[in-house]
T-cell receptor, first 115, second 114 residues
Framework: KQEVTQIPAALSVPEGENLVLNCSFT??????LQWFRQDPGKGLTSLLLIQSSQREQTSGRLNASLDKSSGRSTLYIAASQPGDSATYLC????FGGGSNYKLTFGKGTLLTVNP | NAGVTQTPKFRVLKTGQSMTLLCAQDMNHEYMYWYRQDPGMGLRLIHYSVGEGTTAKGEVPDGYNVSRLKKQNFLLGLESAAPSQTSVYFC?????????????FGDGTRLSIL
């Protein structure tokens, strides 16, 4: 059974700092990996999606890497801002039979960026 | 730019009552999903649908039923609510599976069972 672990569970940093969030998964036979952001009382917003054949994806100040063989992904946030404060979730897609794919989520990292 | 809309946003039920949560998407997505999010457990898939008229069980389907009569709507039913079903429920949709497309989420329904 695929398990996704995110470390640390919570992180507090001063504004402007570069930071790394970690995600690990137990079964390397994934189709893709996604990073989501969740604001309090809101749903999830997809930030980056990395295909299993890719090594990294970038969007603005965000860079996500994937090392499928070691079962690890990192989300790098450059020059953090208070508006980046949220819970960040990692999820991997696994084959669910037929032609459909399901997501297995980690429990998230709660990020607080202090002004 | 509605995306995925969930109704209601909040609900309190008594044990044994029934209710239906509605999810509507306007992106013409084939796939739709219902998740529950609980503290310390993360998001878990309840049921999903790969197209109009189809449904399938996810990781935690017991106590729930679903229907997808129209492509844009996915209903989640609780036949006899139990306190263990107190949770935040999220609906999501995606275009033709997950190979290249992310899932789009609604803002959730916060459900309390007394």
């Amino acid at each position: 059974k695929q398990e996704v672990t995110q470390i640390p569970a919570a992180l507090s940093v001063p504004e402007g700092e570069n930071l790394v969030l970690n995600c690990s998964f137990t079964d390397s036979a994934i189709y893709n990996l996604q990073w989501f952001r969740q604001d309090p009382g809101k749903g999830l917003t997809s930030l980056l999606l990395i295909q299993s054949s890719q090594r990294e994806q970038t969007s603005g100040r965000l860079n996500a890497s994937l090392d499928k063989s070691s079962g690890r992904s990192t989300l790098y946030i450059a020059a953090s801002q208070p508006g980046d404060s949220a819970t960040y979730l990692c999820a991997v897609s696994i084959f669910g039979g037929g032609s459909n794919y399901k997501l297995t989520f980690g429990k998230g990292t709660l990020l607080t960026v202090n002004p | 730019n509605a995306g995925v809309t969930q109704t209601p946003k909040f609900r309190v039920l008594k044990t044994g009552q029934s209710m239906t949560l509605l999810c509507a998407q306007d992106m013409n997505h084939e796939y739709m999903y219902w998740y529950r999010q609980d503290p310390g457990m993360g998001l878990r898939l309840i049921h999903y649908s790969v197209g109009e008229g189809t449904t399938a069980k996810g990781e935690v389907p017991d106590g729930y039923n679903v229907s997808r009569l129209k492509k844009q709507n996915f209903l989640l039913g609780l036949e006899s609510a139990a306190p263990s079903q107190t949770s935040v429920y999220f609906c999501a949709s995606s275009f033709a599976g997950l190979m290249n497309q992310p899932q789009h989420f609604g803002d959730g329904t916060r459900l309390s069972i007394l």
